[in-house]
């Protein structure tokens, strides 16, 4: 059955900040509003600032996949044959060897099983975008797929059923929220996410593309929408929507296939 709607058909949790993502079927909102096990642990450098692909390219090349339920972390370098397992909370001290080696310095990892580690703290619910935006977006870079465009901008929520940069109606004027729901959960969109030089490069590699942020600036402005308030754009290299989430006393969920309706 083909849904006529606009509906949940992604949920990405990015488990470890600035690693990769997990692709789930339901996650739970927090009551902070963010997504449980989103950006839950993050890495820090002596001087306790974030080990993370803004500052270092090499963090791309780095394969993780951690199973929130048991704690399970598997890490490997880009194609190295096998992986090196870790119980990311009773085995840290090798963990934090294993980072420190590969990155050339100490490296601590922290855990904030709260609010997790988001850009926006202000904002800390789901980022939101549509599949037809990515889709539009990779058509821009010819030899990049929509897979690529998706781990390049790591989007916790993936609209289908709507046309390229439908996201951009969830936000209004500065400080005024647009409230939308996906299934039972109310969010608000607060603003257009500013991007930063991590989408320049390739998620898997770190190999940057030439001239990425021009070529995205010029088609993004060449593309918005009408009807969307423009005066969010004080540049264009800006993409998918930070959000907050309203609180209710009763468990929220989002679930693939959710509809989403604008309030």
């Not at 980022?127 to 790591?154: D, K, Q, Y």
Request: with cysteine.
């Amino acid at each position: 059955m083909s849904n006529l709607f606009p509906f949940l058909a992604g949920i990405y949790i990015y488990p470890i900040k600035s690693l990769d993502a997990l692709s789930v079927t339901q996650a739970k909102i927090l009551a902070s509003g963010a997504l449980e096990g989103d950006r839950k642990f993050a890495l820090f450098d002596e001087q306790g600032n974030f080990v993370n692909g803004k500052r270092y390219g090499k963090i791309n090349q780095i394969r993780s996949s951690l199973d929130l339920s048991s704690g399970c972390l598997s890490l490997a370098i880009q194609g190295a044959e096998a992986p090196n397992i870790f119980d990311i909370d009773k085995d840290r001290i090798n963990l934090e060897s294993w980072l420190s080696n590969y990155f050339g310095f100490s490296v601590n990892i922290a855990e904030n099983s709260i609010l997790g580690f988001p850009d926006d703290t202000d904002s800390p619910g789901p980022t939101i975008i549509s599949t037809a935006t990515l889709e539009l977006i990779a058509s821009w870079f010819p030899g990049l797929t929509v897979e690529s465009i998706r781990c390049r901008f790591r989007a916790n929520l993936e609209i289908a059923g709507v046309p390229p940069f439908w996201e951009d109606r969830l936000f209004g004027e500065e400080g005024k929220l647009v409230q939308f729901k996906i299934g039972e959960v109310v969010l608000a969109g607060v603003n257009p996410c500013q991007r930063c030089i991590v989408p320049t490069r390739d998620a898997k590699t770190g190999e940057a593309w030439p001239n990425f942020q021009k070529i995205f600036i010029e088609k993004r402005q060449e593309t918005l929408p009408d009807g969307i308030v423009r005066s969010r754009f004080n540049h264009f290299y800006r993409l998918s929507v930070n959000t907050r989430v309203f609180a209710s006393s009763e468990v929220m969920v989002l679930h693939l296939g959710d509809e989403v309706k604008l309030l």
